[in-house]
C-alpha cells in the first residue's frame, strides 16, 4: 500500500514548483452546536471559537497548488435533559458538560489568479474530521433523541477564496473558509454549516 501511495504520488511532487510550510490560525463564525431546546434537550454552546494549525503547500504550474492543513478546534457545550420520575408532576434532570477536540485535516485544491506580489486564489476539496478526547458521561446521558452522538468522524466538503501577499521571505494569507460535513457529529443540535476567516504565514 506505501508503495502505491508513492507511486501515485510521484507525478505531483515531479511538477511541484517548490514546497511551503506554515500556520494557520483563525475563528469560526458558529459555534458546533445550536444553542436550542428540542423535545425537552436544551443545548448550551460554550466553545472557545478559535482554530489553529500547521499547513503544508505545493505550488504547480500555470496557477495551481495543494495544500493539506491539520486544524485543530476545540468542542465544548452543555446539555440538559428533562426526566420524568415515577411520582406524578416531580421532574428531574439529566446534565453533562460535554468537551471534545475536532481535528479537522483538509485537502484542498488551490488556483491563485494574476502572477503580481498579491494574488487572490479560489480553493475546494475535502476534509477529513474526527473527534477525540469526548466526554465519557455523553452516552449514558443523552443516549437518544436530541443531542445523541451520532458520529465521531465525517468527511465535510470544503470550498473557500482568500488573498496571499508575497514578501521577501515569507508569505502572509487571508481567507473565508466554508465547510460542510455530510454527518451531524450530534443529532439535531450540530451546526451543519459553518464559515470561518483564517489567516496564515508560510515560509
Known sequence: MRTLTLFLALPLFASAQSLSIGFLGGAPFQDVVKSTTTTGVTSVAKSSNFTVGPSLQVSLPKGF???VDALFRPYSFGLVRALT???????????????????????LAQYRIGKSRTQPFIEGGLSFDRLSGLTSALKSTISSGPGQLLHQSNASVVLGAGLDVKIPLLRFSGEIRFTRPTVSNFANISNLNQAEVLVGIHF
Open 85 to 107: 420520575n415515577p411520582v406524578p408532576g416531580a421532574v428531574s434532570s439529566g446534565a453533562v458538560d460535554v468537551s471534545a477536540q475536532q481535528w479537522r485535516f483538509p485537502l
Open 65 to 67: 497548488r495543494i495544500e
